[in-house]
C-alpha cells in the first residue's frame, strides 16, 4: 500500500479532506495530546498554524501525524487510510516515508494470514527514547 501524506495547507484546501479527518481518533481532547500541542517543537507549530483556530484538527493531527527525519529536513501529515492501522509492539508491518514522491509505504514485515489484522508500531524500536518505564 503506497498512500500520499497530506500537509495541513492540502486539508485546509478541500473540505472532503476535512471531512475525512472526522473519524480519525481522539474525538475529544485528550490531555496527553493537548501537552504535546503545547510543547510541540517549531515545525509541528508551524504545521498547526494552518489550522488556525480549529482544535479539533489539531487534536487530530498530531494524534494522527507520520513522519520522517533525515538530513534533508522533517517530513510529515497524515495519511488518512494509514493513521487506522493499530499498534503492536510485535508488528506484522511497517513503513517508511519515501521522500521524493511524500508517499507512506507500507510493507509486509512477514506473511499476513487472510483475515489478520495488519499492524505496525508508532515507535521507534531503535529509539531508545520511545520506552516508557524506569
Known amino acids: 500500500m ?6 495541513p495547507e492540502d486539508i485546509m484546501a478541500d473540505e472532503r479532506l476535512m471531512a475525512a479527518m472526522a473519524p480519525l481518533e481522539p474525538t ?3 490531555v496527553y495530546t493537548i501537552m504535546r500541542i503545547e510543547e510541540s517543537s ?3 507549530e508551524n504545521d498547526l498554524a494552518a ?3 480549529n482544535y479539533e484538527l489539531k487534536i487530530k493531527y498530531v494524534r494522527n501525524a507520520v513522519g520522517s ?3 534533508r529536513g ?5 495519511c488518512l487510510d494509514m493513521s487506522r492501522l493499530r499498534h503492536a509492539c510485535d508488528p506484522n508491518a511497517g513503513t517508511y516515508l519515501d521522500v ?3 508517499r507512506m509505504v507500507l510493507h509486509a514485515n512477514r506473511a499476513i ?7 505496525i508500531s508508532y515507535t521507534d524500536g531503535l529509539d531508545p527514547t520511545c520506552y516508557a518505564g524506569d
Open 2 to 7: 503506497m498512500e500520499r501524506i497530506l500537509r
Open 113 to 119: 494470514e487472510p483475515g489478520e489484522e495488519i499492524t
Open 42 to 44: 517549531q515545525s509541528m
Open 69 to 71: 527525519h533525515d538530513d
Open 51 to 53: 489550522f488556525g483556530d
Open 74 to 78: 522533517d517530513f510529515g501529515g497524515i
Open 100 to 102: 521524493e514522491t511524500m
Open 28 to 30: 475529544d481532547g485528550h
